[in-house]
């Protein structure tokens, strides 16, 4: 069983930094797809980024430039810092996981897609 679980989170204002971290235990290994989602107040959950054994990445539109996923194979760690971070980032962060192939992991994909979830960190910014 895979469990996950993220850490960093808080209130900046608008232009700060954040890291985000989702620390995953239990059988989880490379061939893990890895993702942060956000979910804002009233709005649906979307995909922000995705990690394919450190080498492929695939970024919302939103947030290209700005944030940046990364990940820790040694230590079973997802990270996201998310710079020049604006009002309308504020959401709940979630990472999530699914054994996926690289093709696979290429693109964003609807969160139904994604077998294991974190509970979620808050992101709030202030302009």
């Known amino acids: 069983q895979v469990q996950l679980v993220e850490s960093g989170g808080g209130s900046v204002q608008a232009g700060g930094t954040l890291r985000l971290s989702c620390a995953a235990s239990?059988?989880?290994?490379?061939?893990?797809?890895m993702v942060w989602f956000r979910q804002g107040s009233g709005a649906e959950r979307e995909g922000v980024a995705g990690?394919?054994?450190?080498?492929?990445?695939t970024y919302a539109d939103s947030v290209k430039g700005r944030f940046t996923i990364s990940r820790d194979n040694a230590k079973n760690t997802l990270y996201l810092e998310a710079n020049s971070l604006k009002p309308e980032d504020t959401a709940m962060y979630y990472c999530a996981a699914q054994r996926s192939s690289r093709a696979w992991c290429a693109s964003l994909r609807d969160p139904a897609s994604y077998k294991y979830w974190g509970s979620g960190t808050q992101v709030t910014v202030s302009s």
């Open positions: 239990g059988w989880i290994d490379r061939t893990y797809c």
């Open positions: 990690i394919f054994d450190g080498a492929t990445t």
